[in-house]
């Protein structure tokens, strides 16, 4: 069965820098999109980055474009979330999702890793 | 990037229906037919019940049904049960691979 395992989330000052895994299994990895999407304390979900298959072609949400940068690892089956300039308002549960192909959306979630941006 | 607006909460006794609205604009929700709808009960992952504005994947009962007119999507959920309760989420592609989420919806069952 598919599973996704977030990883390298806690705590980190403003300005810092944090990079987050995600494991996938249960699945061929290098044929999907991989999304990551957030949620801050007593916040809705918000949708933060993609990147294509290949990984060669990403998107970012405008609250961390030019701060935050998605790739992966196909051959170890690992996508990332590099984040940098981190501020107080990231503070949020991330989570890495897989895409459903051609149908401009995401059907499996992991469980969500922590970050907190505080002094 | 605005957020698409969900009613903040919806409550019904067991089996009854209730209906979530999610509004949005026709850069999103109007725009494409790729709206999703998620339930999340909270320290868990967030589980798809709603693709492509009416589909259900595999394993999701069909008391879940989603629509769409306009700008507006909505999920209904009929014959209510106590295990779905839960916090339920929108989501739009806006284009150019990006989305959008609604703020969310309590659902309480009463």
């Known amino acids: 069965q598919v599973q996704l395992v977030e990883s390298g989330g806690g705590v980190v000052q403003p300005g810092g820098s944090l990079k987050l895994s995600c494991a996938a299994s249960?699945?061929?990895?290098?044929?999907?999109?991989m999304h990551w999407v957030r949620q801050a304390p007593g916040k809705g979900l918000e949708w933060v980055a993609f990147?294509?298959?290949?990984?060669?072609?990403?998107h970012y949400a405008d609250p961390v474009k030019g701060r935050f940068t998605i790739s992966r690892d196909n051959s170890k089956n690992t996508l990332y979330l590099q984040m940098n300039s981190l501020r107080a308002e990231d503070t949020a549960v991330y989570y890495c999702a897989k895409d459903l192909e051609k149908s401009y959306t995401t059907d499996y979630w992991g469980q969500g890793a922590l970050v907190i941006v505080s002094s | 990037q605005s957020a698409l607006t969900q009613p903040r909460s919806v409550s019904g006794s067991p089996g009854q229906s209730v209906t979530i609205s999610c509004t949005g604009t026709?850069?999103?929700?109007?725009?494409?037919?790729?709206v999703s709808w998620y339930q999340h009960h909270p320290g868990k992952a967030p589980k798809l019940i709603i693709y492509?504005?009416?589909k259900r994947p595999s394993g999701v009962p069909d008391r879940f049904s989603g629509c769409k007119s306009d700008n507006t999507a909505s999920l209904t959920i009929s014959g209510l049960q106590p295990e779905d309760e839960a916090d339920y989420y929108c989501c739009s592609y806006a284009g150019t691979y990006t989305w959008v989420f609604g703020g969310g919806t309590k659902l309480t069952v009463l």
């Open positions: 249960g699945f061929t990895f290098n044929r999907f999109g």
């Open positions: 492509e504005v009416n």
């Open positions: 990147l294509w298959y290949e990984g060669n072609n990403e």
């Open positions: 026709s850069s999103d929700v109007g725009g494409y037919n790729y």
